[in-house]
Every structure is written in C-alpha cells, then in structure tokens.
C-alpha cells in the first residue's frame, strides 16, 4: 500500500506544489507519506473524521475550526493532497529571502480572521466572537468575564462603529503583533 501511494505523487506534481507553496522537495514528500497515512480509505482525500481522527487537532479546542479552514476550497467535502498542502503552506516560517503567498503576513491574518468568521460574512460579530473565546477557554472563566473581554475587544478593534470587526479592523487591531512568527509551526525539517 506504502509504494502504492507514493508512486501517485509525480516529479511535476512535487515541483509544481513546490512552486505553489515553497516546501522543498523533501518536505513536500513528508507531507505526502502524513497524507496517505491519514487517507484511512485510500481514495486520495481525507474527510473531516480523518483530520479528527489527528490526536492533536482532536484535543485542540479550535480544532473544529482548524479542520474547516481545509475544507473551504473543498466542493465536494473532501481534501486532496494539494489543498492538504495549501492550508499547511499558511504555518511555514516566513523567510525574509523567499517570497510566497501562501505564508505571507496577509494570508496568515486572513486565515486567523477566517478562525472567527464563523458565518463567513466577512465580518466578526460579538456573538462569533463570544463562541470562538468559549471554545479557546471552556469553563476556565466566567461568562461575565468571556463577556467583558469580546465587549472590550470589539470597542477597541471596530473603527467604523457597526458593532463588527471587518478584516481590515482586524489587520488594524494586530499591527504591532508579529504574526509571521506567532502562525508559524516547525513542523517539518
């Protein structure tokens, strides 16, 4: 089953996700291996339960959230190893000499914004982001406190006054904050 799988991933395939994503050769075939080892119906996608079945998305309180953002470009409720790499390109170390879309400071606040968004209106309303702090925290702290902080987060981030954090008011609320580092996980040598 092993030789199986990897004989599906093409040299084209590996430079074209390389270009795409800026892994490496290397890592891109790493990934691939995770991929068909997460593939429990070795049909070439994974489902959600497959992602849920990943120890460490399954105890993370945003998990849920997590597993939706590989889904987004997903019609059929599947993922196939190139949206697999997609999403993860957003995690890669950002490399001042290396360019790339995917991980750059824009794409990692949209994706962070997107973990909020849960109605993807494109805007954050108290209630989304009431729901997304319950998840984070749980019963670690009080409603009333859960309910101060999304108030006072929305005050201080919403510009125009709608009550609503857009992406650019969001943007805005984390300029100082240094996401290229914070998104990012080592995950792979």
């Keep these: 089953m092993g030789n199986k799988s990897s004989l599906m991933l093409q040299e084209q395939d590996i430079k074209d996700i390389q270009a795409e994503t800026g892994y490496m050769p290397s890592q891109i075939e790493r990934l691939y291996s995770r991929f068909t080892s997460l593939d429990k119906g070795d049909n070439g996608s994974l489902s959600r339960e497959d992602f849920l079945r990943i120890p460490e998305l399954a105890i993370n309180p945003l998990g849920d959230r997590i597993v939706h953002a590989f889904f987004k470009e997903s019609q059929d409720d599947r993922v196939n190893f190139r949206q697999f790499v997609r999403v993860l390109a957003h995690f890669r170390p950002v490399k001042k000499t290396q360019e790339n879309k995917l991980n750059s400071r824009d794409e990692k606040l949209r994706f962070a914004f997107k973990m909020y968004d849960l109605d993807d209106d494109e805007r954050i309303s108290r209630e989304e982001l009431l729901a997304v702090l319950n998840m984070m925290v749980g019963e670690n702290i009080s409603d009333e406190q859960l309910n101060s902080i ?3 987060t929305i005050l201080e981030a919403d510009r125009d006054g709608d009550r609503m954090i857009s992406f650019t008011e969001f943007c805005a609320a984390l300029e100082r ?10 995950f792979l040598k």
């Design 150 to 152: 999304a108030e006072r």
């Design 177 to 186: 904050t240094d996401v290229e580092q914070k998104m990012s996980i080592k």
